[in-house]
């Protein structure tokens, strides 16, 4: 191979990374306006998962999660993961919702990957924003 | 006659021998006066919540806590004069909760007077409630107390009657506690005018009982632990010596001394809330003076409901909160400092870590 093909080579490469980042943006970058629609995006879950909280239908009774925790209060999302007393063991925020659907709700528990899920905790979390973390307090 | 008025020891003895008993999740009230002969009781049970799901299936869980007030209510010993259910016998108002709630409540043996609650009022504005359990707002006299009962949850006439479409949806955005597009509860002028008319004929010293479902004080608007006209409600009670407020809704352990008037909340049958400090995004006035129950143990069904005695000796409360699965409570009207205290946890270093809420 020679060297000027080498040179050819080497400059298509630094060519084609210039095209790439012009059309798909740097990696670390990002604008106001980004920031704007990941919020929205994010809220548009959190207003899922309200939705779901106030439900007459996650569970098999009519109860809805907030006919006990208005707000999501007493719910503690920023304590978790902890040792739950009653279970004998340290479990996940979810796992106490998927408690609350057995068992007040009389209902079935959602998959861990399910998306209602993701949107309760969201909702639940945000309700509780500014609160600092302390996992493991009772 | 011996004297009829039994401590709280002689009363909690005989109903050990109820071992179930031990657990109520009602109020049962003693009033004991100076004048022995003039000792009564009454029970107080609220917030039942009777919830239909279909045909003939409602909500287990709530079902029990009343029929369990109710059962246990009957069992005391001695009998309580009569029995007052403070409101929210319904979830959505429907005929077949109103209905159910009153066969439950049937059993019981004693006279029994009932407030109206927002859950059993807006679906029909409380047409049905009425033909079962008659007026909305009244008074009687009983062996020397002056009882008055108002419905507090009417709220504007606009939200009322022409904002929601539907008397079903009217319901529903009612009955949410949380909901932002319900309204502040309120008395109202027609029931201020007869209450005014009604206290004329009372003399000062007389002391007087209100019942209400929410609490006749502002304390967090955002969850209707409120009412509107709190104040020229309390303007009504001001010339009495000796005024107390008993109310529901609000399912958890609270009091407050606002001047000559004493206000006490009453345990839920159906379930307990979180007090509103809970609620991180927002600022509330739970009463400073309120040592809050312990938090709930949802493990536990029946936890964070209970029961009290309240003695009103020389027309103030001592109120004995009796806790499901807890350490019970007495809070008792301290004369050195004009309000009532819980006798052992008041002081700040008394406070044990399940009465701290976040």
Redesign the interface.
Known sequence: MSRKRNNLLVAAVFIMIFIFIIVVGYADEFSKEDLERWQKEYMSVVETGRELW?SADLGT???SC??????A??T?PETYPKFQQ?LGRVVALRDMIN??LQ??L?GEPLALDDPRLVAIEAYVTY?????PLEPGKH | MTNRNISRRTFMKRMGALTAASSLPLSLVELSFADSHKNFMFAYISDAHIQHITGTKFVRNWDRGLIRAVAETNLLQPKPDFIVFGGDLAQLGTRPELDHGAELLSKLNYKTYCVMGEHDYYLDLGEYWSKLFGPQYYSWDHKGVHFIVLNSILTYDEWTHERWPTAEQRMLEMAGLDNPNGSPFMVGEEQRKWLAKDLEKVDKKTPIVLFSHSPIQKIYKGWNFWTEDAEEVQALLKPFNDATVVYGHVHQIQYNQIENISFHAVMATAWPWPYPQSYAQAESNLPKLTVPMNRADPFFERDATGWQFINLKTGRVTMDYNLYNNTNRTVAYNPKTGQPEDVDFQAADKIIPPQIHF
């Open positions: 106030v009774n009519g109860v907030a006919q006990c925790h208005p707000n209060a007493n503690h009653q408690w609350c068992n007040p009389e309700e509780r924003r500014g609160v």
